[in-house]
């Protein structure tokens, strides 16, 4: 019976993620709001990146936390296992070329975020606590109306409150409790317990504390892993040109094959692992990215998009690049290994001693970690919008009860009924996304044509 549901989950999986489904719509949507937005995230990067990261907030306006902490949160979710495993997945099935293919998905996908935390902030609303909510359940059910959009968006909170406990919970800890075990030692029981202590800390203090804690922890995590990757990067330097252009090459099948190793990628072999495991990486196209911008402090919803599509450009673009430059770099890709294993081994083939292994092995830990916070807020939302606030509590406490679950219990299936729960999520959003494209594309252009845009205390802002 087990085998039989594993086989179905397996059937579903291929059909969702293959090639004529979920891959060229997320790429198309991305591909289309960057042209009716006229690439607005190319053009506004550096002044959403000096919003962001520097200025961090806005006084006056509407929102549970400010504009670094609602980045911090969705960066929490979303820089996880992906940005290491995830992306030698991707070099491993679809050949180095696979890398550009990711940094596509993630410049395309930079206005699928964008659009995501616009609509978020545009229909969020006070929940019975007095705390912001929204997201996709909220801008379909509202933005669309009528039993479609009301469909659509029970669809996606349903989805999403599923996918909390996969992908944002028992897959994580799972590969927290391997990595402390292979290379520390650390019995998978005790990683359980002191992860699901210290995650039921944050998360029971709800979007605050999780934002609060997001904003201190999400940049030491990602400066400490750039430096790290730095560093191999340094000490094989003379590998970096040719790394380019192979990762240029190969990402249209036109790579040589390698005696004794990888045999060559075929486009369409790149192309699908690399848009594949760059969705899984930055998320855009999920709608996550609006329920993190929904809980905001903002005047008005164009600027928390912008900050929002960083998220992003930080996520793919910077994090996964480096894993990928040091996979390829020192040649481990040519290894027969996939997964955080290859990753582990490029770090140690670029590093002296044990440091390749410890290293990937705390950046695993941390990001994994992460992840689990960030998705436990996006679970709680969506049962917010399901059942009210009164769920929002016991909610929390069966999902830092199932980190233990996770880092303890041999996982099989639940990789894949992660990835199908996190493709069922998708495709109600990118519908949503595409019907209300040109409101987005409307109200933006209403905002950038004002003089006074750059400002953050605007009074004209006000009500928005």
């Known amino acids: ?55 961090r907030r806005e006084h006056g306006g509407e929102g549970d936390i400010s504009h670094y902490q609602a ?26 070329g696979a890398l550009f293919w990711m940094w596509v998905t993630g410049l395309v996908g930079m206005a699928t975020k ?16 007095g705390e912001q909510s929204g997201g996709p359940m909220f801008y379909l059910t509202r933005g669309i109306g009528g039993p479609f959009g009301r469909a659509l968006g029970i669809f996606f909170a349903i989805a999403t409150a599923i996918a909390a406990f996969g992908i944002g919970n028992m897959t994580q800890a799972n590969s927290v409790a391997d990595a402390l075990r292979d290379t520390f030692h650390v019995q998978p029981w005790i990683t359980g317990i ?61 790579a040589e094959p390698i005696v004794g190793g990888f045999a060559g990628a075929t486009l369409a072999q790149a192309m699908r692992w ?12 999920l709608g996550t990215g609006g329920i993190a911008a929904a809980a905001a402090q903002t005047l008005h919803p164009v600027r928390q998009a912008m900050v929002s599509m960083t998220q992003t450009f930080i996520d793919t673009i910077v994090i996964v690049s480096f894993t990928g430059l040091v996979i390829v770099t020192t040649g481990a890709w040519q290894l027969d290994d996939t997964g955080a294993s290859l990753t582990t081994k490029a770090f140690s ?78 495709l109600p959003n990118l519908v949503g996304l595409l019907i209300l494209s040109p409101l987005i594309v409307r109200e933006t252009r209403q905002f950038f044509a004002r003089p006074d845009w750059r400002s953050v205390s605007s009074e004209s802002d006000a009500g928005q």
């Open 114 to 129: 964008y659009a995501e935390a616009f609509l978020g902030v545009k229909y969020r609303r006070v929940d019975a606590k």
């Open 194 to 254: 002191v992860l699901t202590v210290v995650s039921g800390i944050v998360i029971l203090g709800g979007i605050k504390s999780i934002g609060s804690f997001a904003a201190a922890f999400v940049p030491v995590m990602a400066i400490g892993y750039i430096l790290a990757a730095s560093v191999v990067l340094a000490l094989n330097f003379r590998g970096i040109p040719e790394a380019i252009y192979l990762i240029f090459t190969d990402a249209f099948g036109h």
């Open 1 to 55: 019976m087990i085998e039989q549901i594993n086989a179905a989950i397996d059937r579903i999986n291929n059909i969702i993620w293959g090639p004529y489904l979920l891959i060229p719509l997320l790429l198309a949507t991305g591909l289309y709001l960057t042209l009716v937005l006229r690439g607005l995230q190319f053009h506004k990067l550096c002044y959403a990146l000096w919003l962001g990261l520097i200025r």
């Open 71 to 96: 980045l911090s949160t969705a960066l929490a979710a979303t820089v996880g296992v992906g940005n290491i495993a995830g992306v030698a997945t991707a070099i491993h099935l679809g050949g180095p």
């Open 349 to 426: 083939h670029g590093l002296p001693g044990n440091w390749g292994g410890i290293l990937v092995s705390l950046g695993l830990v941390c990001f994994a970690f992460s992840t689990v916070l960030g998705w436990g807020y996006y679970g709680e939302r969506s049962l917010e919008y399901l059942l009210g606030r009164k769920a929002v509590v016991p909610y929390r406490l069966i999902f830092v009860a199932v980190i233990f679950v996770g880092a303890t219990a041999k996982l099989t299936a639940v990789w894949t009924f992660s990835d199908m729960a996190n493709g069922l999520m998708a």
């Open 274 to 285: 690399g848009v594949a495991r760059g969705i899984f990486s930055n998320e855009s196209g």
